[in-house]
């Protein structure tokens, strides 16, 4: 049993890994390069200066002399002001301008230290609760995907579950999961985690952040007396050898949130969205499930999913969502950031920058699916993300008329602190088991 339990522990930490936020966290660095506004909690009303405070770090000592660069400007837009110079004094101070409509002001300072270059960059919000989306609902939004939802409805689960000895407790039953999703031999795959002891459950729908990995499930979580329903998006199972999911994230699906844009009825979230959807159909269909109590959580790409699923089916009770991806895709269209994944930035303009693209993006932008939601939500993220701004992330936060919590660490960029991860955790215990 012992053997048993390290090897269920050594999946978890090697799926945990594997988590593009995770990976993106900072590691510690030799030379600290510090920023931050002058205001404590780096926020600001329209109109106010902002001041970006720079000290070099060694040792935790100040670095006497260092020599920086920096760059400061609205954030993930060409910076409106850089300099480079030589440190006099333990501390600079960048003057940061102001703005005139909500958003965002960054600055990124690059410190040199024996050949080598440290980077640290702060974010200074200005009256983001403010801040309006670019992007517009389509008149027919909503029939678009009532009329998806129908057409799924029409397809059979044809569910497959396979036992995974190795990753079952002594509390929680482990499977490998295959359902039928939107159309007739498409498959969507998960990890389904159902408690042992006989009784009804409520049930969490976990979706993955972006990228091509395999998933573990959440057995810690079904240990609290929750079926888990955790699933990947792109049709293949979720068990594999990591080296199957890095060749095809490198070939076959190298780029898929770009695929079919053109088209809002063959682009690659469709498909996505949908499955979401079947995820809850199956969830329904479970003799262990208590019939009602539903969560749907996740980051990045999750984090848009989790809305879109809550905005889409009014079977979703709660959700939770660490930094959104997905908002405000116009964004870069209208002279300040968009969500990831950046598909009008100046990178991908040239070869997105179409009017049926654009119009495609309307019909999958988490804005437009934020406006639908209508129960309690926990967010979280922070003004320092540079992979989904927080102009965008707000830009959908912003509209989301539904009991709604923001757990803001503004320091943060696409990754979270352990307290986070705890907070969201107790808040989806506590809704939906009452403990």
């Known amino acids: 049993m012992k053997i048993k339990s390290l090897f269920i522990v050594s999946l978890l930490i090697v799926g945990w890994l594997n988590l593009p936020e995770v990976l993106a966290q900072p590691v510690e660095k030799f030379v600290k390069v510090m920023v931050a506004p002058d205001h404590a909690d780096w926020t600001y009303t329209i109109g106010e200066k902002a001041k970006f405070k720079v000290t070099v770090l060694k040792n935790s000592e100040v670095v006497k002399n260092a020599v920086i660069r920096y760059e400061v400007g609205p954030e993930m837009m060409p910076p409106a002001k850089t300099d480079s110079l030589q440190l006099k004094s333990d501390e600079y101070v960048i003057d940061g301008g102001t703005m005139q409509t909500g958003g965002f ?27 309006k989306p670019t992007t517009e609902e389509p008149a027919d939004f909503k029939t678009f995907w009532d009329n998806a939802k129908a057409e799924l409805a029409k397809v059979p689960m044809d569910v497959k579950l396979t036992l995974l000895p190795d990753r079952c407790t002594e509390k929680v039953n482990v499977y490998h999961t295959s359902i039928q999703n939107y159309k007739f031999g498409m498959r969507l795959y998960g990890i389904l985690c159902v408690p042992k002891k006989e009784g009804k459950y409520p049930a969490l729908l976990k979706v993955p952040g972006a990228g091509v990995r395999p998933y573990y499930g959440d057995v810690a979580m079904a240990e609290n007396g929750i079926i888990v329903f955790e699933i990947g998006i792109h049709g293949i ?41 079947r995820s809850i159909d199956f969830i329904f ?40 991806a997905l908002c405000d895709l116009t964004g870069y269209l209208n002279n300040r950031a968009g969500g990831w994944p950046h598909m009008f930035n100046s990178y991908n303009k040239a070869f997105n920058n179409k009017k049926d693209k654009i119009e495609t993006s ?22 320092n993300d540079v992979t989904c701004p927080p102009t965008s992330m707000y830009s959908a936060y912003n509209v989301i008329t539904a009991p709604k919590s923001l757990f803001l660490v503004q320091e943060t960029g696409h990754w979270t602190y352990p307290e986070q991860n705890e907070k969201s955790k107790q808040w989806l215990i506590k809704n939906l088991t009452g403990k």
């Open 105 to 131: 002001i960054r600055c990124k300072v690059t410190a040199f230290f024996d050949g080598n270059k440290y980077e640290g960059l702060a974010t200074a919000g200005f009256s983001p609760e403010t801040i």
């Open 237 to 277: 199972p979720v068990t594999m050898d990591q080296g199957v999911y890095n060749d095809l994230g490198k070939t076959t699906l190298d780029g898929y949130p770009f695929f079919n844009l053109d088209d809002k009825d063959r682009y690659y979230y469709k498909r996505v969205y949908m499955g979401c959807v």
């Open 285 to 324: 269909s479970l003799p262990e499930f208590d019939g009602k109590t539903l969560a749907v959580n996740g980051g990045s790409q999750g984090g848009a999913l989790s809305i879109v699923t809550a905005g889409l089916d009014s079977r979703v009770k709660y959700l939770s969502a660490f930094y959104p």
């Open 362 to 383: 309307k019909y999958y932008d988490v804005v437009n699916f934020a406006k639908y939601v209508k129960v309690p939500g926990f967010y979280s993220w922070g003004y």
